[in-house]
């Protein structure tokens, strides 16, 4: 039996049963990577021979009847800017591409720990800055849905890996909505966090009070189950929240009872395209009748999201990229003549040579934020909106469960097509930037397909540490919506 595109649940429970090994579960994912991946270029790495040995271990394990974790055998892929010890960690970026990590993260510990089976690295924006998986310096990701369309990003291949049925789960990062959005894009689940719900340590920073790791998954049960090993406090990670955990699975199917959802009619007016209008608003309905309740919300603040968002996460990127300058760490451009004149000439070869052209104009943005001078009327200033946007949605969940809004203004847009439109580009996260600015967590999940057939997503954000409320009333949606036959099609054409 085939088991490519069978959700994590089924998987589990085909494992559980002898009804398929692990070994032959790896190696029909192994296949179906080997069959795809260059029509879709989700994957960097593939780590054949170790998932393939770890695979022969859970099954000698099992047979043994020896303990397993609860991923046993589950194939599962990670983004690489995730430290997985003795592989590459590159970042998608030429400043690493010799990087071999000394030591694994945190999430690859609880993964390993859960006896998953890690197939490869997967495809991102260099440094995760980016929204369409196509400033990587080794190759682009395509959208499984239509390969002439983008995946999203920063984390576009890891949410195509999962909409071309190479793995059931993986793993992003999230800073401004580089999850939920090539979620949206490619017709499958993303969950970001809250902030320090997920451990951060051995993720290759980005921006460090934005960033959160979090799952892709074909379903909201897969994402559950993803989020079970991943959370928790790590002493590690100074951030990591001493908050309990639930478990995620546990009354995923029990229906929420008089919840309440919040609208932003701001949220649905230019610019908001008409087909994700249509599909978001008839999910408005779906929740009516289900018996929620919808009520208008405001977040006043929202609309300079965008603004703050591009001061704070340039001026920390600008901050964290900088220990990469050809000493310390990463690529070390030699000059022609064979040797440099100065250190000053070592640092701006190296990073000129080592970095992209997005990453470089985000630390120049950075650096020009923090600047003497304009520290106070940029990064501060933007620091004191963000708080003002955090008491926005804290003042929202006052009235409202969840606040519900569009994942993206767009379904996927044409590979190519805003390369040359920064601005436009960077507004494709106008609904995601605010929870993390604010450091609650979202959920985005397909809610319909626009005329031509690109899947539109919808987000759900709900206060800090609620993901199990989050989940179950994505759950009660998901329900409802009979997304995998769409998906069902979707593997069919990559076939």
Request: proline fraction near 5%.
């Amino acid at each position: 039996m085939q088991w490519i595109g069978q959700s994590t649940a089924a998987l589990l429970n085909a494992l559980s049963t002898g009804a398929v090994t692990a070994t032959e579960l790896t190696e029909q994912h192994l296949s179906r990577i080997e069959q795809t991946n260059g029509k879709i270029g989700a994957f960097l790495e593939v780590f054949s021979g170790k998932a393939l040995q770890t695979a022969r271990s859970v099954d000698q394990r099992r047979d043994a009847g020896e303990p397993l974790g609860v991923l046993a055998g589950i194939p599962v892929a990670i983004k690489d800017n995730l430290c997985l010890q003795g592989t590459t960690t590159s970042c998608a970026s030429r400043m690493l591409e010799t990087f071999s990590a000394p030591y694994d993260a945190h999430v690859i510990q609880q993964l390993q720990a859960a006896d998953a089976v890690i197939l490869g690295r997967t495809n991102m924006d260099e440094f995760a800055m980016g929204s369409s998986c196509e400033s990587s310096a080794y190759q682009k990701t395509y959208n499984p849905w239509n390969t002439s369309t983008s995946p999203g990003g920063s984390s576009g291949g890891s949410a195509a890996a999962v909409a071309a049925g190479m793995v059931p789960l993986a793993l992003g990062s999230d800073t401004g909505g580089s999850i939920r959005q090539p979620a949206s894009f490619c017709g499958v689940v993303g969950l970001k966090p809250t902030y320090g719900r997920v451990s951060r340590y051995g993720l290759v920073a980005f921006a460090s009070s934005l960033d959160q790791i979090g799952p892709f998954a074909s379903d909201v049960t897969g994402a559950a189950h993803l989020l079970n090993v991943i959370a928790g406090h790590d002493s590690r990670d100074a951030t990591s929240a001493q908050v309990p955990t639930a478990d995620y699975t546990a009354r995923l199917d029990e229906p929420l009872a008089g919840m309440k959802i919040g609208i932003v009619p701001e949220h649905f007016g230019d610019g908001l395209h008409s087909d994700v209008r249509e599909s978001v608003q008839q999910t408005i309905e779906t929740y009516r009748q289900l018996g929620a309740e919808i009520c208008e919300v405001e977040l006043p603040h929202a609309r300079y999201g965008v603004a703050v968002y591009y001061v704070i996460a340039p001026s920390e990127a600008s901050s964290n990229l900088a220990r990469y300058d050809g000493v310390h760490y990463g690529h070390r451009e030699t000059p022609e003549s064979g040797k440099f004149e100065n250190l000053v000439e070592l640092y701006e070869l190296s990073r000129s040579a080592g970095f992209g052209d997005e990453v470089k104009r985000r630390i120049m943005l950075g650096t020009y934020a923090l600047s003497s001078g304009y520290y106070d009327a940029y990064y501060k200033k933007a620091l004191q909106v963000r708080r003002l946007i955090r008491q926005d949605f804290d003042q929202a969940f006052s009235n409202v469960d969840f606040v519900l809004t569009p994942a993206a203004p767009t379904p996927a847009f044409s590979v190519g097509e805003l390369n040359n439109d920064p601005l436009a580009m960077y507004l494709n996260d106008i609904f995601t930037i605010g929870a993390n600015l604010a450091g609650i967590p979202g959920v985005s999940l397909p809610c319909g397909k626009s005329q031509d057939g690109r899947p539109i997503g919808v987000q759900l954000l709900a206060p800090a540490f609620e993901e199990a409320k989050l989940l179950r009333a994505a759950r009660m949606l998901e329900q409802q919506l009979s997304w995998s036959d769409e998906r069902t099609a979707c593997l069919a054409a990559l076939s």
